[in-house]
């Protein structure tokens, strides 16, 4: 008998069993009846760093009902407002923490410039204030939105901070990671300060939030880095400044005037601060803080759309529902508080394989599951089979190859 056939089995059964123990590529949990499948798939996850909404030792930060990629929602809470297009947000007291409500509040998505909010946290205290900083070409030649920074100019740091936030300034970013010692010690500054307010969602890869591989935030991590902003008066009042003046740099260039983009900031009532975002990856983002009656709420949208209702409109519509929100409604969670200072994240839990099976396969899917960030131990239907055609194909070739020598 010719081994050809032998062979071609042994070859599709090799496949069937590898697709059936790894799976197929690019449709994860689209199971999930919570994810949707065409949504525009998250950055890449941080390589090495803890799984999507979990702290280095793999508790989920602000409580476990904040680990879904679905809806957290109060028990017998109001309806949610319709046409809200954002694929992860979230809305919560600022004064509490509690977690109103959400949606994927830890999905690692594309930040855009609303990671502008933690670049402001993290140079605001590195820079004076009253500092000049002398615009460079790199300035002026940074991709998308700019606030005109000219070669030669001198800007004060506290106008680049107002640029950056009130006109979202890629330049004014870019002057500002030069004035603090450069791009690599900015971001690791801006990585440091996210480790810190236990926003482990958070990488940045850029001060001003366009896109690069790896980057990414969540909407969970947006209202942290909002909550320390309002806290702080210095970094409120740049928020809220409504006009600002650049200079004039002879004999090209006159003096001109920037306004506040936040258009809530006017039209919404008790708005302390927003920040939006735009890049063709990260789509729309948002994140705000408002006050009415006493209460302080923030609201977060990332991966949105801007149709059938603007993302202004849909952060408007969330905040309502924050405010009409009853009183004493439990929480779906919190936000956490920073670490104190000095004290280091916690220890990453151990991704070691248990030796509770025998066999060595068995420990190797033990060992693949843990690597993965599963918390299961029971293997699936889909895996059982895959060994049973594994073992199939090892007693097939053993047959047969019996069968040839007799």
Same mark, same amino acid.
């Given at each position: 008998m010719s081994m050809a056939p032998l062979r071609r089995s042994a070859r599709w059964l090799a496949a069937a069993a590898l697709v059936l123990l790894v799976g $197929?590529?690019? =449709? /994860? #949990?689209a199971a999930d009846p919570k994810i949707d499948p065409n949504a525009p798939t998250p950055t890449t996850p941080? *390589? #090495?760093g803890p799984p999507?909404?979990?702290? *280095?030792d793999g508790t989920v930060v602000g409580g476990d009902a904040l680990g879904e990629r679905g809806f957290a929602l109060p028990e017998d809470g109001p309806a949610l407002p319709t046409d809200i297009t954002a694929r992860g947000w979230l809305v919560a007291d600022l004064d509490s923490g509690d977690v109103l409500a959400a949606r994927d509040p830890h999905g690692r998505y594309y930040p855009a410039s609303t990671l502008k909010t933690l670049t402001l946290l993290t140079l605001h205290d590195e820079l004076d204030p009253a500092a000049v900083v002398t615009g460079a070409l790199e300035d002026a030649s940074v991709d998308g939105t700019k606030v005109g920074i000219v070669e030669g100019g001198k800007y004060p740091a506290l106008l680049l901070f107002q640029a950056?936030?009130?006109s979202s300034g890629n330049d004014a970013a870019s002057a500002l990671a030069r004035a603090a010692g450069g791009l690599e010690p900015t971001l690791e500054l801006m990585n440091a300060t996210a480790s810190q307010l236990q926003a482990y969602d958070t990488l940045a890869g850029t001060p001003s939030g366009l896109d690069v591989v790896g980057q990414s935030s969540s909407p969970y991590d947006l209202a942290l880095f909002m909550r320390q902003i309002v806290e702080d008066p210095a970094l409120l009042?740049?928020?809220?400044? *409504? $006009? /600002? =003046?650049? *200079?004039a740099v002879p004999p090209r260039y006159p003096a001109y005037q920037i306004q506040n983009q936040n258009r809530m900031l006017t039209s919404y009532p008790g708005m302390l601060a927003g920040k939006n975002g735009f890049t063709d990856a990260a789509r729309y983002t948002y994140v705000g803080a408002a006050e009415q009656h006493g209460r302080r709420l923030v609201v977060s949208l990332m991966l949105g759309e801007q149709a059938p209702i603007p993302m202004v409109e849909q952060a408007t519509r969330l905040l309502d529902w924050g405010f009409a929100l009853p009183a004493g409604t439990p929480p779906v969670g919190e936000l956490v508080e920073p670490r104190p200072p000095g004290v280091p994240p916690p220890t990453p839990r151990s991704t070691q394989p248990q030796s509770s099976t025998s066999g #060595? /396969?068995?420990?190797a899917v033990a060992a693949a599951g843990g690597a993965a960030g599963q918390t299961s131990t029971a293997p699936s239907p889909l895996l059982l089979v895959g060994l049973g055609l594994s073992s199939a194909l090892v007693?097939?070739?053993?047959v047969r190859g019996r069968r040839r020598r007799h």
């Open positions: $197929t590529p690019g =449709v /994860a #949990g941080h *390589p #090495g999507e909404g979990r702290s *280095p950056l936030m009130m009042s740049i928020m809220q400044t *409504p $006009t /600002a =003046v650049m *200079p #060595g /396969a068995a420990q007693v097939m070739v053993l």
